[in-house]
């Protein structure tokens, strides 16, 4: 009787997550994907072939890997500070990290348009370079990596950086050797995820990119535009082009992160 | 290598950790420090390795002033009680770190890593990952990453403290036969006498920071030099306001010449030894650690009256 419940329960469990999943996202996402094809596999391919599409999508991609890249660097440094060290206010920074979560990405792109565009108090204007969108999408995927690592970070055993200490190890080896190796797993992880939310952006770049075609149009803005010209079809194809990238990232990302663990198995 | 210890304090925030704490350590010498946890132990160790820099004192090692040198130029292997494995790394990998780090050759080290192996019987194991080892092999693994360098002096803190007991006994007969096989100074940290009696040649009493008391495991335990330390490296009980050890106490069923009179509570047998527990004539109760044997022949029971005998010096503190 018990067991038949459990079994019961097991299905209903699983049959509400996929439901769940289903209205959610999977459906939505299928949608896309037909609207994507509904002119046939010829006009899908011309739509994404475009020159202004093929130019959004790189202007995403470049942009989105320079600034994973830069984040997994500075997002493990602040999280070795804020671990690490004591400092005044350290709760507070703590906090301030992430803000580019809770914060509405319009306001991101406000944010840095008043201090980094044509009225800068600083005299740096980046607004409608290229160089603005690596700024806002540092930004925006700033939390990722420091918040992967520093759980791990925390749990890290002291001892085994001072077991290599006594065995001769300096600083810069220790660091090299025994911390980075057992931080890679959530580096990566972290990373992934602010590369897949950098590909999709775009309330933050609507405002400080200028949005021109070929020059500082990431894809999202791209596909926005083609929205309101009324081509359906050619923005879900972008769309699908953008899901299709973002999901082969994860799943590398996912395949990297769980081969640096394998030896936890 | 020698060490010696010269006036070390050391103080976290307001708790004493060690309180002008002198100490030699013969070459070649197996050393216990030993004490309840709190009474300094560990950071002793600890300021030895340069894990943990003295407020005051001096540290030398082999008579060289090693106070000011961080841990990587001290020469020192040190044991965690958790291991401290690098758990991204193979065991053979984790005991040719040290190695590597001193830039040695690929066959040097590889020989050296497979003797070391076998020393500690790990061969086999070498390219397991420690969370694929038990914790008595583990520990033996980070005893052997310790000795691959040839350590001047082997530091262990609380080695056995996280193993069961039956490995744990093991791994203390092993490590007095390593320690006789490889004659490095070794100085280790445990709470626990027996272990402390059983391996070291020399003990040293540490109780709120300061050193009670150093000496043979004999010597503790026969001329402890305070209350403290006769009731820490061994069972004591009271006879006529004098403390004295439960089997220097003899059980008689005649009285006789300075005998006191007691009556038995309670006989609990474990195994060869039997511990009687009794209420003296003014009330107080005291126990006898007698054998089997004994409670046979003299056909002891529950309830029954017997007189008590001081059969040896009591011990003077």
Redesign the interface.
């Known amino acids: 009787m018990s067991r038949a419940f459990g079994i019961s329960g097991d299905v209903l469990g699983r049959g509400v997550a996929m439901t769940y999943l289903s209205i959610v996202a999977l459906i939505p996402l299928a949608a896309v994907l037909l609207e994507s094809v509904d002119g046939g596999l010829d006009t899908f391919w011309s739509a994404v072939t475009t020159e202004q599409a093929v130019a959004s999508l790189k202007i995403t991609l470049i942009a989105s890997l320079i600034v994973v890249l830069v984040n997994a660097v500075f997002g493990t440094l602040i999280a070795w500070v804020l671990v690490r060290d004591e400092f005044p206010g350290k709760n507070i920074v703590n906090s301030l990290i992430d803000l580019p979560f809770a914060l509405p990405t319009i306001v991101a792109g406000l944010t840095l348009l008043l201090f980094y565009g044509p009225d800068s108090p600083v005299g740096i204007n980046l607004a409608f370079t290229r160089a603005s969108i690596v700024l806002a999408l540092l930004f925006v995927t700033l939390p990722f990596v420091v918040r992967a690592v520093q759980p791990v970070l925390l749990e890290l ?1 002291r ?2 950086e ?9 600083k810069a ?1 220790v660091f090299r ?2 911390v980075l ?2 931080l890679t797993p959530a580096i990566i992880a972290g990373a992934g995820l602010a590369f897949a939310r950098a590909v999709g952006e775009f309330g933050s770049l609507v405002l400080i990119t200028g949005n021109i075609p070929f020059k500082t149009q990431a894809a999202s803005v791209f596909i926005f535009s083609q929205v309101e010209s009324d081509n359906p079809i050619g923005a879900a194809a972008v769309s699908v082009v953008l899901l299709l990238v973002a999901l082969v990232v994860l799943l590398i990302f996912g395949w990297f992160s769980k081969r640096a663990l394998r ?3 | 290598m020698s060490i010696v210890v010269e006036s070390v304090s050391k103080r976290f925030g307001d708790f004493v950790a060690l309180n002008d704490v002198s100490l030699n350590v013969r070459d070649g010498s197996l050393t216990a420090l030993l004490g309840p946890s709190g009474g300094g132990k560990s950071t002793l160790l600890r300021v030895i390795a340069g894990l943990e820099q003295p407020d005051s004192g001096r540290v030398l090692i082999a008579g060289e002033d090693a106070t000011a040198k961080p841990p990587q130029r001290r020469d020192v292997g040190f044991v965690f009680q958790h291991y401290a494995a690098f758990k991204h790394m193979t065991v053979a990998k984790n005991v040719a770190f040290g190695l590597s780090i001193r830039k040695r050759g690929k066959e040097e080290i590889e020989a050296r890593v497979d003797e070391l192996l076998k020393l500690v019987h790990l061969d086999g194991f070498a390219h397991r990952y420690p969370s694929q080892l038990s914790g008595g092999q583990r520990q033996r693994m980070a005893l052997a990453r310790a000795l691959a360098v040839q350590p001047r002096v082997l530091l262990l803190d609380e080695p056995f403290g996280a193993l069961d007991a039956t490995v744990r006994k093991e791994l203390r007969a092993w490590l007095r036969r390593l320690h006789d096989e490889v004659q490095v100074t070794t100085v280790f940290v445990t709470h626990d006498q027996e272990e402390a009696m059983e391996v070291a040649e020399q003990i040293v009493v540490l109780n709120h920071g300061d050193i009670e008391q150093v000496g043979t495991p004999r010597d503790l335990y026969e001329k402890p030099s305070n209350e403290f330390v006769m009731r820490f490296v061994g069972p004591v009980s009271e006879l006529s306001g004098r403390w004295i050890r439960p089997h220097d106490v003899g059980i008689l069923v005649e009285p006789t010449d300075g005998t006191s009179e007691a009556q038995i509570d309670r006989i609990v047998h474990l195994g060869f030894e039997v511990r009687v527990e009794l209420s003296l004539g003014d009330g107080d109760s005291t126990w006898v650690q007698t054998t089997r044997t004994m409670v046979e022949e003299l056909e002891l029971a529950e309830g029954q009256i017997v007189w008590l005998r001081l059969e040896a010096e009591p011990v003077s503190v």
Not at chain 1, 162 to 170: D, I, R, V, Y
């Open positions: 055993d001892e085994m001072q077991a290599a200490e006594s065995l001769g190890a300096g080896t050797r025994i190796p057992n030896h936890e198995e």
